[in-house]
Structure formats: structure tokens, C-alpha cells
């Protein structure tokens, strides 16, 4: 084991962004999961159709282009996909919901590959975060950290809308008690509309973050699928803080299981996984309802 401080500062801000990373496509997730009680296992290729569109934009006006655009074209199909099926899916019952977004998962894999190919894109990183710079002794990407801080600003603002906003607070009496919240005068319907579509534009930003980092490739969607779900079942429904903590808790896992041990690297996650689901079933932070 290594007992050098860059090693460990190296790993810990890797750790950091993976972490970031997930949160931005989670907490999009766990909300719906928690406020419309909606099984989108879709939600993944939401991310993948958003780092295409960053990709296919920044060819045209750069980066920041396809970095703006990406949510807002997501956002745009996330209402194409309420109003034609997930509206229609609500009272269906969880293997309804499953069957149908299991579906639409390579339904949308089928469309990307028709409108972009197969061939993997990439996009290059902008000139402002190109670079390393030196931090706790170590030279990092800037871009990386853009990442970071990227994350950390969106938990803040999601945070303080949640929490000192009316509309947070309509969203917290939803995931609590939706029955409750429309006796109350609280349009849930949409409530849960614009749930939706918060978490879609923000699955279609982590794609586009994604997109430097990663090759933009079909089913890239269904490679996130799978860390994702895991994240919000660690961290417990329908949670701000059950999201960043399950993030931080993969991140961590994952990274630093890497590197210390390679071998058990492929199941530590998955056994930590099942310790929760033994220990705390609803995850780590659920929300009360």
C-alpha cells in the first residue's frame, strides 16, 4: 500500500468525480422513483441521448453549445415520453412499468444508432478546462475538476430549492404523501410533470459532462444503468441525501477497490449492495414516504 500523500490525494479526487458524476444522473432518478412511485429504467438512456446531442452540437458551435443544449433536448424528449407513455403507466403496477422502459430502452438505443451510427464519438475538452493544474501536490485535470464542482453547485441548488422553496416543499409533502398533498390543494399531476422533466434535463446534462470523459457510444446508457440503481438503493428513495451519500459511497467503493484491491474490485460494490439491502432495506436515507 502506498504512503504517499499524491497517491492517496489522486485516488481521492478521482473518487470525488466519479461521484459527481453518478449524483447528476441519480438524483433525477430517485426523485421520480420517490415522488411518482415510477420504475424509468429508461433513465440511462436518457444520459446516452444527451451525450449525443452534446456531441452532434459541439461539432457545430463548440463544447459550451452542446453543454447547454444537451438538457434542454432531453428535457424535450422527456415530455415526448410523459405525455405519450409514462402518464398513461403511472396506475399500471411496477412490472408493467419495467416491461415498457425495458423496452424503450432499446427502442431509443435503435434510434440513436439510426441517427448517429455505431461508430463512438467524442468530444474535445474546451480551451478554459483544458490543462492540469497542481493541487495537494498532484497535477489533475481541470476538466475533472469542473466536474466536481459541477456536482457540488447542482446539490446546493437542488438543496436549497428543496428546502426553502414553496416548491420544494410541495415536492417533499409529494414523496412523503402524495394522497395527502392533493387533498391538500397540491397539483400533484404536475408536480410530477415537472419532477420529470427536471430529471431528465439533468440526466441529459450528465451526458453531456460525460461526453469528454468517455466514448459516445450507443449503449453507453446501459452501461450507467446499472451503477445508477445501485446508488439509489444504497442511498434510499426519493432522497437529496440518500443520492449524494450512495454516489459518494460508489465512488469510493469502486475507485479506491481499484486500486487496492483489484481482484475483489468486481464485487466489493455488489456486497456492500446486498449489506445494505440486509441491514437498512429502504436504503440509507429514504425519504418518509
Known sequence: MSLDPGFWALQTLNALQLSMLLFLLSIGLTVIFGLMHFVNLAHGSLYALGAYVAAAAATVGGYWTGFFLAPVAVAGMGIL????????????????????TFGLIFALLDLTR?????????????????????LFGIDYPVYRLFIIALGLAIFAALAAVLKRTQIGAMIRAGVDNDAMAACLGINVERLFFIVFCVGCALAGLAGAVAAPL???????GLQILIPTLIVIVIGGLGSLQGAIAGSLIFGFVQTFGAVLAPQLASVLIYALLAAVLVIRPMGLFPAKG
Open 81 to 100: 415520453l410523459y405525455g405519450g407513455l409514462i402518464k398513461r403507466m403511472r396506475k399500471s403496477g411496477p412490472m408493467a412499468q419495467v416491461l415498457v
Open 114 to 134: 439510426i441517427v448517429w451510427g455505431d461508430i463512438a464519438l467524442a468530444i474535445e475538452v474546451p480551451p478554459l478546462l483544458a490543462g492540469r493544474v497542481s
Open 214 to 220: 468517455l466514448s459516445v457510444t450507443p449503449d453507453m
